[in-house]
């Protein structure tokens, strides 16, 4: 089964003194590109949790950010006193000098001021430390569920377009088995009307018979065929980091359809072309989110 490079994911974890929350976003990318937003306490575990993801998700554009609430009074923002003090002390020497009045309300105009309240970080122990690592294990996991379920649409979605494509290459089989009669009665018709000219009816034979073979599509119908079936078979196959690997063999469906395109000289059949042209190119737009 197939993995989405577009997801979310969402954990949490608590330790004796903070709740810690943890989300993951990915979008398709060609290769792993990772965005923290840790906040210092965790600082030191930002390579770990880095290299884990890594290994987590392969591919994709990974953000991560990190969110903690305290549980106790550690790490609540306390009242600078002395700042505020002097502060007070400034403002009181301000209003003597300037003759201006005493503020109405000292608190909110004090404790607005920068610095007034100072946070203490705190430290991070092994509780803590633990809690992070469990709430990005857990949104990790959510993450791939996520990918998962988007996948198993991807699945279903390719399916129906190979089968398309498919029945779309059968369609023009009653086209191709006209054209050679057209093309011969078409070609001896403009001979005809040269009657000022001769030519030999065995040259003419072997003119045609090799303008013929520059149209033949037959080989072009198989390698597409081949193509298909390899489609279906490398989204069945249970290794990982297919994404890639589908968007070449999209690649050279699209040389087929091309070249079957150029050598089609019926109306009916470029119609055709171009349907499979359209089923071929939302393959290609969906294969950028196959992991």
Same mark, same amino acid.
Request: glycine share 8%; charged share 30%.
């Given at each position: 089964?197939?993995? &989405?490079?577009?997801?979310?994911?969402?954990?949490?974890? =608590? =330790? #004796?003194?903070? *709740?810690?929350?943890?989300?993951? *976003?990915?979008?398709? &990318?060609?290769?792993?590109d990772l965005s923290m937003r840790v906040p210092s306490i965790f600082r030191e575990l930002e390579v770990e949790t880095r290299n884990r993801l890594a290994t987590l998700f392969e591919r994709g554009k990974v953000d991560l950010s990190v969110n903690i609430e305290n549980l106790g009074v550690e790490g609540v923002p306390t009242i600078n006193v002395p700042v505020i003090a002097e502060y007070k002390r400034q403002i009181e020497a301000l209003g003597k000098e300037l003759n201006l009045p005493e503020p109405a309300d000292w608190y909110h105009l004090l404790l607005r001021l920068p610095d007034s309240m100072k946070s203490e970080a705190g430290k991070m122990d092994d509780a803590d430390?633990?809690?992070?690592?469990?709430?990005?294990?857990?949104?990790? +996991?959510?993450?791939?569920?996520?990918? =998962?379920?988007?996948?198993?649409?991807?699945?279903?979605?390719?399916?129906?377009?190979?089968?398309?494509i498919r029945g779309l290459l059968a369609e023009?089989? #009653?086209?191709?088995?006209?054209?050679v009669p057209k093309i011969k009665a078409r070609l001896e018709d403009q001979l005809s009307r040269l009657t000022s000219i001769e030519y030999e009816q065995g040259r003419l034979e072997q003119e045609l018979i090799f303008y013929i073979e520059k149209?033949?599509? =037959?080989?072009?119908?198989?390698?597409?065929?081949?193509?298909?079936?390899?489609?279906?078979?490398?989204?069945?196959?249970?290794? +990982?980091?297919?994404?890639?690997?589908?968007?070449?063999?999209?690649?050279?469906? +699209?040389?087929?359809?091309?070249?079957? +395109?150029?050598k089609s000289n019926q109306a009916e059949m470029q119609k055709i072309v171009v349907k499979m042209k359209d089923e071929l190119e939302q393959i290609k737009e969906q294969v950028l989110n196959v992991l």
């Open positions: 089964m197939i993995l &989405s490079m577009t997801g979310f994911g969402r954990g949490c974890a =608590s =330790s #004796p003194t903070k *709740k810690i929350v943890v989300e993951i *976003k990915s979008l398709n &990318s060609k290769q792993f430390s633990k809690a992070f690592k469990d709430a990005v294990e857990e949104a990790a +996991g959510a993450l791939n569920e996520f990918r =998962s379920r988007e996948g198993a649409k991807l699945y279903l979605f390719f399916v129906e377009k190979i089968a398309n023009v089989e #009653p086209y191709e088995e006209q054209r149209l033949d599509i =037959s080989e072009e119908k198989l390698r597409l065929r081949t193509h298909l079936d390899y489609f279906l078979q490398t989204l069945d196959d249970k290794e +990982g980091g297919k994404g890639k690997k589908l968007g070449f063999i999209a690649q050279e469906m +699209g040389r087929e359809i091309n070249t079957l +395109g150029s």
